[in-house]
């Protein structure tokens, strides 16, 4: 069975930093694509990043440059550090596994970020 | 940058009811490579359909995708209790490598 755990958020100041990461389970994590995507409170989806299996990396232009995705493939893990924090990063952070054409299959139940001095 | 718009942003239908929903983009989806996902309250989205028209592993029937380019629709048969959700359509391209539209709420009439 498929499972994506997500942990590490929290409350933060504006400014300020916060890893994320998010344990695999259930599947072969090394030759799967991962992404993590955002929901602000009451709002809809929006992508933050990818990683192929191999390391090619995107990012959403309204994270670039502040947040930093990375993978370890020996612990099953997947990790977004972000920095420089803003009010508008508040949101549900969720990992979700990339699937067939382009789609994502599996999603953790998300880890909450609130910005706010 | 594709940009995916759905409409309407609320459907109000009754249970047995026929919901069909869409999702426009500003530029040709590559490779028909649009999903779907249903959210419920505080749950994570779950897919539904993906490459435009397949449905992923456990989806009922009643549930179908269709479309190409820029026009996709999402289509629930008979619309049961458990289906009144949010449903947001989603691509996957090249830059921004995913988009997704801005949903459409499904409610009870």
């Known amino acids: 069975e498929v499972q994506l755990v997500e942990s590490g958020g929290g409350l933060v100041q504006p400014g300020g930093s916060l890893r994320l990461s998010c344990a695999a389970s259930?599947?072969?994590?090394?030759?799967?694509?991962m992404d993590w995507v955002r929901q602000a409170p009451g709002k809809g989806l929006e992508w933050v990043s990818y990683?192929?299996?191999?390391?090619?990396?995107y990012y959403a232009d309204s994270v670039k440059g502040r947040f930093t995705i990375s993978r370890d493939n020996v612990k099953y893990s997947l990790y977004l550090q972000m920095n420089s924090l803003r009010a508008e990063d508040t949101a549900v952070y969720y990992c979700?596994?990339?699937?067939?054409?382009?789609?994502?299959?599996?999603w953790g139940q998300g880890t909450l970020v609130t910005v706010s001095s | 940058e594709i940009v995916l718009t759905q409409s309407p942003g609320t459907l109000s239908l009754s249970p047995g009811e026929r919901a069909t929903l869409s999702c426009r983009a500003s530029?040709?989806?590559?490779?028909?490579?649009l999903a779907w996902y249903q959210q419920k309250p505080g749950q994570p989205p779950r897919l539904l359909i993906y490459?435009?028209?397949s449905r992923a592993t456990g989806i009922p029937d009643r549930f179908s995708g269709s479309g190409s380019g820029t026009d996709f629709t999402l289509t629930i048969s008979r619309l049961e209790p458990e289906d009144f959700a949010v449903y947001y359509c989603?691509?996957?391209?090249?830059?921004?490598?995913?988009?997704f539209g801005g949903g459409t709420k499904v409610e009870i009439k």
């Open positions: 979700a596994k990339m699937g067939s054409s382009g789609s994502l299959d599996y």
């Open positions: 259930g599947f072969t994590f090394s030759t799967n694509s």
């Open positions: 990683i192929s299996g191999s390391g090619t990396i």
């Open positions: 530029q040709s989806v590559s490779s028909n490579y």
């Open positions: 490459g435009a028209s």
């Open positions: 989603q691509q996957y391209g090249s830059s921004p490598r995913l988009t």
